[in-house]
């Protein structure tokens, strides 16, 4: 038996800590060895269908309280599982439809297993000719043994971002799992007894799925999940949960934190929420803005946020989830340094005078993984030279399932290239400036998009983590680049002007460059992934 699932079910014999989902409306409490308990009848089902060891099966499934049993049952039976993308109310579902058929076509996928909200998309899957499994059919067989595994057994396929036209899964085993789950409970001084996770995360990201529901019920602890959907139809749904159940600790990208301080500002009287038991509210998936923190801590603060508690963290798919945090109490670190060598010379210079830009340490590596920093040549920088950070460990997958088959991720020394530009500073602690495939490159100077996308977003009118800026003429002797926004205004030609004009003024205050247009787009218009991240190649046109 692989240490992963023997460990997982020993846990969820001996935990006296609970899995609670089903809030607001509902709210359930099960224990590890009740939830274990299911997984075992959905595995006898899992059974009869004919999936075993090295099978995969794909789920579409909206609710954790289904989704962590039937993640266990596919374990038992040696089957890796893949969160399929979830559609939302703005997803073209025809579309949805389209790339769905080609994940689960690459996978190969035994079956597949639908629950609601989604019990809708059964017959147009059935009738692709797979074999569809509900929840319900499943639980209704008798509980079986689990079979034996390897802890090289591929345990997830984790969709990247990016998984659309030509979809590609992260293979990771039972042993990158182990080995990120424990670096990560070390990193974060994680205690059994005492901690309260609490997570609206997606399943089909890898935060979601594996940081925030798979490592939790490897240890048996104490976690509440909701949806993303709870949390996008009541954003003080999360700081409510913190109070009612002394949540220590949660997770997620920039953007909800912003997003939360403007509710917590608009919508809530100080009191009303104690944010205090929290110890650790990650901030991650997406690149951490420091004044989006500051703001956040701000607007926290009648609630009981300490501002230590923020903690910005790095990591991927192909780490399993986690690379680095930055220190256990210790609160976000600014690295100030010279806006112009950082975009001319390529160099992290610490600076507070003339024109600087501020990035946010992401904490120093996890235990069992090794960063460094590569020019274009492969060449291994010194510390604040900016080149692509690559990483290697236990935790780092072997590759990918395509539909090429499998292509590996690791070079011949075990090194992952993340397409990250970034450095790391004198005392090794990571910092990123931005995708390498995103920079443009102008006169010889790298601007991020980033940067321009936050001096957009300062712009009255502009919503907020709804501006892109996009690359144009890539790779061309003169590259240059647009900037899209969303506003609630944008049927207003005066208003629409106006936007235009200090979009247009904050960029170039911000990046001494103009761009070449910039587009005020109805709200909902620029494309995201699953997972809220900008797809900036995808909005190039919405500019050209």
Known sequence: MSQFTETMYDNARRSVRAFITGEPDAPIRQSWAQVHERAGRIAGGLAAAGVGPGDAVAVLAGAPVEIAPTAQAIWMR??????????????????????TTAVIGMLDARAVIVSEPFLAAAPVLAGLGLTVLTVDELLAHRAIVPVDT????????????????????????????????????????????TDVIVSWLPCFHDMGMTGYLTVPMFFGAELVKVTPMDFLRDTLLWPRLIDNYRGTMTAAPNFAYTLLAKRLRRQATPG??????LRWALSGAEQVDPLDVADLCEAGAPFGLRPEAIIPAYG?????????????????VVDEVDAGMLAALHRAVPTTKGHTRQLVSLGRPLDGIDIRVVDEDGAELAARGVG????????????????????????????????????????GEVVVCGRLKDVIIMAGRNIYPTDIERAASRVDGVRPGCAVAVRLDAGMSRENFAVAVECKEFRDD??????????????????????RNVVVLAPGMIPK?????LRRAHALALVS
């Open 272 to 277: 009303q929420f104690d944010l205090s038991s």
């Open 78 to 99: 040696g089957a890796s599982a893949t969160m399929v993308h979830q559609p939302t109310p703005r997803t073209d579902l025809a579309r949805w439809a389209d790339e």
């Open 316 to 332: 991927m798919a192909e780490t399993t989830v986690a690379v680095s945090f930055s220190e256990c109490g210790g609160g976000m």
């Open 150 to 193: 390897g802890d090289d057994d591929v345990a997830l396929q984790q969709l990247t971002s990016g998984s659309t036209g030509s979809p590609k899964a992260v293979q990771i085993t039972h042993a990158n799992i182990v080995a990120n789950a424990e670096a990560m409970t070390a990193g974060c001084d994680f205690d059994i007894d």
């Open 494 to 515: 005066e208003q629409v002007r106006r936007v235009q004009r200090q979009v247009a003024h904050e960029v170039f205050a911000e990046v001494d460059v103009r761009p």
């Open 388 to 427: 692509v950070i690559e990483v290697r460990g236990a935790a780092v997958t072997a590759g990918y399932t395509t539909v090429a088959g499998f292509i590996a991720a690791q070079d011949t020394l075990g090194w992952y290239d993340t397409g990250d530009l970034g450095y790391l500073t004198e005392t």
């Open 529 to 533: 992934t699953a997972s809220g991240k």
